[in-house]
């Protein structure tokens, strides 16, 4: 076990569809990081945030969002979603060099 | 963009033998790691070099580091069938720590 928890497991929902994906980073770390996995694409960086503000940006859809609050849960959010936007969702959390990695949330959107 | 070739896409050898799977990359980096990720569930840290380091041992792995070829390998020594899962080369430069990774190996080690 990680440490960092991601609600929920599994997620199924149709296209047009708004979902949130949370993220709960382990105690002490103030990184969360958001990766996206999918076949075609691979494991890609979505976003970066450390204590609350935004650090780093990668391939993100302007579709998509994100938060880190101020008991440093993170939020991802994921707006008129689109068939190709199904994929495994990772969040990590870090202090220091290595990155923890929650469980994941799979996206299915039909 | 993937930062990372990771070769072979898929290695399947038997139980007891070692295995090796290379990385390579295209930027300066500060460090490279390496992950295991189980069948679609989330990545285990398993090692890390830093930038200025050749070779680095952990248990039965071994990660060699060569800046000049942009390269890495990961040696898997005495392998189990607990080792079956795919291993992920992730480098970070120095654009604030985010991973960039490599394609992954899937490797089957055969009881």
């Known amino acids: 076990d990680s440490g960092v928890t991601q609600t929920p497991k599994h997620l199924i929902t149709a296209t047009g569809q708004r979902v949130t994906l949370r993220c709960s980073p382990r105690?002490?770390?103030?990184?969360v990081y958001w990766y996206q996995q999918s076949l075609d694409q691979g494991l890609q960086f979505l976003i970066h945030?450390?204590?609350?503000?935004?650090?780093a940006k990668g391939n993100i859809l302007e579709r998509f969002s994100a938060q880190q609050f101020p008991d440093l849960h993170s939020e991802l959010n994921l707006s008129s979603l689109e068939l190709g936007d199904s994929a495994l969702y990772f969040c990590a959390s870090s202090v220091g060099d290595i990155q923890y990695f929650g469980a994941g949330t799979r996206l299915s959107v039909l | 963009s993937q930062q990372g070739e990771e070769d072979p896409q898929a290695l399947s050898i038997q139980e007891g033998e070692n295995a090796t799977m290379n990385c390579s990359y295209k930027t300066s980096i500060n460090n490279l790691q390496w992950y295991r990720q189980n069948s679609g569930r989330g990545l285990v840290h398993l090692i890390l070099i830093r930038s200025n380091e050749r070779e680095k041992h952990s248990g039965r792995l071994r990660v060699t580091l060569d800046t000049s070829k942009k390269s890495s390998s990961l040696l898997i020594t005495a392998s189990r069938a607990a080792d079956t899962a795919s291993y992920f080369c992730?480098?970070?430069?120095?654009?604030?720590?985010?991973?960039?990774f490599g394609q992954g190996t899937e490797l089957s080690v055969k009881p």
């Open positions: 105690s002490g770390d103030l990184s």
């Open positions: 945030y450390y204590n609350g503000e935004e650090r």
């Open positions: 992730a480098t970070e430069n120095n654009q604030g720590g985010k991973l960039i």
